[in-house]
């Protein structure tokens, strides 16, 4: 999906990595995004006291849209909301690219509470 990094980014602050506020998440639905560009889904995810949210996800080579609901994830909740294929996404899911480019979602393990912050 992204562009591989030649090198690691600069060095950060602690207080500047806390800027980015990622939070535990658990996909509710997922269902196609039909005008993307890119293949996507359209997610809602439950992020407990933060409330539901959507989001565009670029997830369809390692997934189906049936067995995402009830998945835990990692998202950030403080981008602005972007409008992707006519659908506004309101949090950023957290992925990578395995070996051959396709994005594998970032999980917790275990049965941690909806919405803990990730640090």
């Not at 565009?56 to 849209?65: E, G, H, P």
């Not at 294929?85 to 994005?103: I, Q």
Request: aromatic content about 6%; hydrophobic content about 45%; glycine content about 8%.
């Amino acid at each position: 999906m992204q562009e591989e990094a030649k090198e690691a980014a600069g060095p950060l602050s602690y207080d500047e990595f806390l800027r980015v506020d990622m939070r535990v998440g658990r996909i509710l639905t997922a269902e196609p995004l039909p005008k993307a560009r890119i293949p996507a889904y359209k997610l809602t995810v439950d992020l407990g006291p933060l409330g539901v949210k959507s989001s565009s996800a670029r997830i369809t080579a390692l997934y189906s849209a049936e067995e995402l609901p009830g998945r835990r994830v990692v998202a950030v909740v403080n981008f602005p909301p972007r409008r992707i294929a006519g659908f506004v996404s309101e949090v950023l899911v957290m992925g990578v690219d395995d070996a051959e480019g396709r994005v594998a979602l970032l999980a917790p393990d275990g049965d941690v509470p909806l919405g803990s912050r990730v640090y």
